[in-house]
């Protein structure tokens, strides 16, 4: 029995979800049920809309995921390395970058092995790579491949899709009546990434966290020599990372629409003032219905009439860091255990920020 | 293999962006803020799938390498079995789903590569290319509640506000759902003219009065996934043929109900198409 289940992979799964609907359609009478029945055209709607729902994640993901792999072959051809070059050759004109590099080089020295200021460093990435949640797992690969610590890449991840202008920018559009919606959130969002990172870089070795499949990929990485055609081997770095991204966001498409087609929403939402029901109720919303952090602040504000403003706040916060979609995109790289981790504390941690903001205002 | 297929997602993905930009058709996933990212990013997916498509012919050509696909034979079993649960007996699906099952190594190899999850991948191109693009229906909106009142659209109330007293009759659903947010007493709004579209809809919760029924639209924030239902009641003339779902146009006038709740006297309704723009952004 133990065998049996350890060779049922998930695609075997899939492949048996697929066989048991076939099964169901036929056991229900094939097409003239769905065409004739009044249930049947009820399920049929359900299927379109499910399909309308599937696509509109892919369609809206896809620019940012295009751009987060353009971003991701630039690093892995060693982009910012010729910049920094040419910034420092013509410094004089290209002052403010020449500025912030010599900066960030002097601090480099000064705090070399100190926990603290690499991860606070890397947090800040976000703010010069403005690219929501889908578009930074490619680029948290590449800088895993470039030789990052797993709890560095995790403080990426959670704090880039906060901590970056046009996130800032749509939250200020959307909360201008109330600006310490905006400053709660980013600092929240710095700090329970940090906070996050930092516990986990406690844990030797590191790699224990990285998926053995990604794993492997590091080590070949290691092995490989660059190519003598730049533009050949962008072309494959390109290829490989959409390809190996883009199944995975159909994948977590395909999850989040599904809970959305089947799952009614007003279970959730009908909750509304109490301060304690009303957090939990908006963040399983953030995480069931999987939206782009660039945007998020427009939808939270449609909620903010009916909802405390801890629970706005925490949908605000949760939402970015985790949601189906993005752990999907996640399991790519990190086991399983990690994400269970790291799912856990920014729930605990963006619940608490939400209450202590409940409790004050 | 996986170069190739990558090239040939590229370039699906790439035209299917191209089309739906070019047909007004985007609007039906996403919010129009994302029209010109969504279009560049088209264009460089289909540039690089050319560009890649091209390297791969062209390296193949150099190399005369040989396909390494090919059909496992318990696979193949597997596809006869389903077939002929169409044809002849549903038993023959329970069959198939025991050769799943049953552990084989050259079978289990063949789920290492991937074939389904690249299968996924295609299926998902293709649906998205052939099957004509679809707004949400009422099913979606029943599994999320529906708002009478106000919610917040920024946009809109500022210029729904500005122009309050003189003619209302442009007003879109969206305006009259974010001006009242502004002003909730249903007074304020009693007599004024009213002429909006929106899709018809009947939630069970409600307990709507017979001849009550609710014109609905979608509001957007990102795309359809957060798609919430805004609402308006409506009477329905006596003897109106209209279904859940139906597209209509209403004329009429602001007047209250037996609960002081804000409805829409019908004077005038006609059957329309689905907008290019079903949705409120």
Redesign the interface.
């Known amino acids: 029995m133990k065998?049996?289940f350890s060779?049922?992979?998930i695609?075997?799964s899939?492949?048996?979800i697929l066989?048991a609907v076939?099964?169901l359609y036929?056991?229900k009478g094939g097409y003239d049920y769905f065409e004739f029945s009044e249930e049947g055209q009820?399920i049929a709607?359900?299927l379109?809309?499910f399909?309308?729902?599937?696509?509109?994640?892919?369609?809206?993901a896809?620019?940012f995921?295009?751009?987060g792999v353009?971003l991701s072959t630039l690093i892995a051809l060693n982009f910012f390395g010729w910049l920094k070059r040419k910034i420092y050759n013509h410094k004089k004109i290209l002052f403010p970058l020449y500025f912030i590099y010599e900066i960030s080089g002097r601090l480099d020295r000064k705090f070399k092995s100190n926990r603290v200021y690499s991860h606070v460093k890397v947090s800040l990435l976000g703010v010069f790579l403005p690219v929501c949640e889908c578009g930074n797992i490619p680029v948290a690969r590449r800088l895993l491949l470039g030789g990052f610590s797993v709890s560095q890449s995790i403080t990426f991840l959670l704090a880039a899709p906060i901590l970056n202008p046009i996130t800032f920018l749509t939250t200020l559009?959307?909360f201008?009546y109330d600006k310490s919606v905006v400053v709660i959130r980013l600092l929240a969002g710095f700090i329970i990434a940090n906070l996050i990172g930092i516990i986990l870089s406690y844990k030797k070795p590191q790699n224990e966290f990285l998926n053995l499949d990604f794993y492997q990929e590091i080590c070949d990485m290691n092995d490989h020599k660059h190519t003598k055609n730049r533009f050949?081997e962008a072309?494959?770095i390109?290829?490989?990372e959409?390809?190996e991204i883009?199944?995975v966001l159909?994948?977590g498409a395909l999850l989040?629409?599904a809970s959305?087609?089947f799952?009614?929403?007003?279970i959730i939402?009908?909750i509304g003032q109490n301060p304690l029901l009303s957090i939990l109720a908006m963040l399983l919303l953030a995480f069931v219905?999987?939206?782009?952090s660039n945007?998020?602040a427009?939808?939270a504000?449609?909620y903010?009439?009916t909802f405390t403003i801890g629970s706005v706040l925490g949908f605000l916060i949760f939402g970015p860091m985790i949601d189906i979609k993005i752990l999907t995109m996640m399991r790519t790289t990190y086991k399983t255990k990690l994400l269970a981790i790291v799912t856990l504390l920014v729930f605990l941690l963006s619940f608490l920020t939400a209450l202590i903001v409940n409790f004050i205002k | 293999m996986r170069d190739f297929l990558s090239s040939i997602v590229l370039i699906g993905m790439g035209l299917y962006g191209v089309l739906l930009y070019l047909t007004n058709k985007l609007s039906l996933y996403i919010h129009p803020r994302f029209f010109e990212e969504s279009f560049a990013a088209s264009i460089v997916a289909l540039l690089m799938g050319i560009v890649s498509l091209g390297y791969f012919v062209y390296k193949n050509k150099n190399i005369k390498q040989k396909s390494k696909f090919s059909i496992n034979n318990q696979m193949l079993l597997i596809l006869v079995l389903v077939i002929l649960s169409f044809v002849i007996n549903t038993l023959f699906l329970v069959i198939a789903a025991f050769l799943i099952i049953i552990p084989n190594k050259e079978f289990n190899k063949l789920f290492k590569s991937d074939v389904l999850g690249n299968l996924l991948i295609v299926a998902t191109v293709l649906v998205g290319l052939i099957l004509p693009p679809k707004s949400l229906s009422s099913i979606t909106a029943s599994q999320r509640s529906i708002d009478l009142n106000s919610i917040n659209l920024t946009q809109n109330t500022i210029s729904a506000v500005q122009n309050f007293n003189k003619s209302t009759s442009n007003y879109s659903l969206g305006d009259w759902i974010s001006m009242q947010s502004f002003n909730p007493d249903p007074l304020y709004y009693k007599d004024k003219d009213v002429k909006i579209s929106g899709f018809l809809y009947k939630p069970d919760n409600l307990n709507l009065p017979e001849n009550v029924v609710l014109i609905a639209r979608f509001v957007v924030t990102c795309c359809a996934v957060d798609a919430r239902p805004v609402g308006l009641k409506v009477t329905l003339p006596e003897n109106a043929e209209f279904k859940v779902d139906d597209w209509v146009e209403i004329t009429g006038k602001f007047g209250l109900d037996d609960k002081n709740e804000l409805i829409v006297i019908t004077e005038g309704i006609v059957k329309i198409d689905i907008p290019s723009s079903p949705y409120i952004f």
């Open positions: 065998k049996l060779t049922l992979n695609n075997k899939i492949l048996l066989l076939i099964f036929q056991i009820i709607l359900r379109q809309d399909i309308t729902l599937v696509l509109s994640i892919i369609v809206e896809f620019p995921i295009i751009l353009s559009e959307a201008n050949v072309i494959g390109f290829q490989r959409f390809i883009f199944k159909i994948f989040a629409a959305q087609t799952i009614p929403r007003d939402t009908t219905i999987s939206i782009c945007v998020d427009f939808f504000l449609s903010a009439n």
